[in-house]
């Protein structure tokens, strides 16, 4: 009886061509995420030419210590109540130059145009990150709820709708040209000026 040949060979040759061919095809493919940051403009390298006076009324001071309580304009308040607070600041209209702020209360003692007024943040060195983001969320919504209301009544549409169509990179360029100036127009009606004070080594409790 003849003998049984032994067991065929694997040929491992294109093994390695294999290997490189889908390390090529996962590179291509995956996609990696990055983190997105907090999107602020950074105070100019050069110190302006002349002083700009800002009055006191027309910054809308914002304080966040080390236990995460929230004081705005020395008043202590709920993080739930921090974007209404915002808001009537920012249209408050204290000089009555603002047509379209329809429910400003026309203060005295708050901002005089929304295109003066500013919001200042600032924490402690001990202010837990998540919270420092949450407020950080409010103030801008505070903004963004202003521009889509503008936003829906000139043009029928929320300001952040319209801003995500702008950055799509499959929007065509004749209609990024018309919504560019379009948000533009609502941006200067509720310009963005939130700043960022100095962070302090130790803010005080807050008292009940």
């Known amino acids: 009886m003849p003998r049984r040949a032994g067991a065929p060979e694997v040929n491992a040759g294109s093994m390695a061509d294999i290997a490189f061919l889908l390390l090529i095809f996962f590179l291509v493919t995956t996609t990696i995420e990055t983190d997105a940051g907090l999107d602020r403009m950074l105070p100019p390298i050069e110190p302006p030419e002349t002083d700009v006076v800002i009055k ?7 304080n966040i210590n080390k236990n995460g309580q929230l004081l705005a304009d020395g008043e202590l308040i709920q993080l739930v109540q921090l974007r209404e ?44 990150y998540g919270t420092y ?61 939130l700043s960022e004070a100095e962070t302090s080594s130790s803010t005080a409790t807050a008292g009940n």
Not at 56 to 62: A, E, R, T, Y
Not at 143 to 150: H, S
Not at 162 to 175: F, G, P
């Open 56 to 62: 006191q009324k027309n910054i809308f001071q914002v």
């Open 85 to 128: 607070k915002a808001k009537e600041f920012l249209e408050n209209n204290g000089d009555g130059t603002c047509a379209y702020c329809s429910q400003g209360k026309k203060d005295p003692s708050s901002s005089d145009n929304p295109t003066k007024a500013i919001i200042s943040l600032k924490n402690d060195r001990e202010t837990k």
């Open 133 to 193: 983001i949450t407020v950080q969320n409010e103030l801008v919504g505070a903004y963004n709820d202003l521009r889509n209301r503008e936003a829906m009544r000139l043009y029928k549409r929320k300001f952040t709708d319209m801003e995500a169509e702008y950055l799509k990179q499959e929007t065509s360029a004749t209609t990024k040209e018309r919504l560019k100036e379009e948000l533009t127009r609502i941006q200067d009606m509720f310009p963005q000026k």
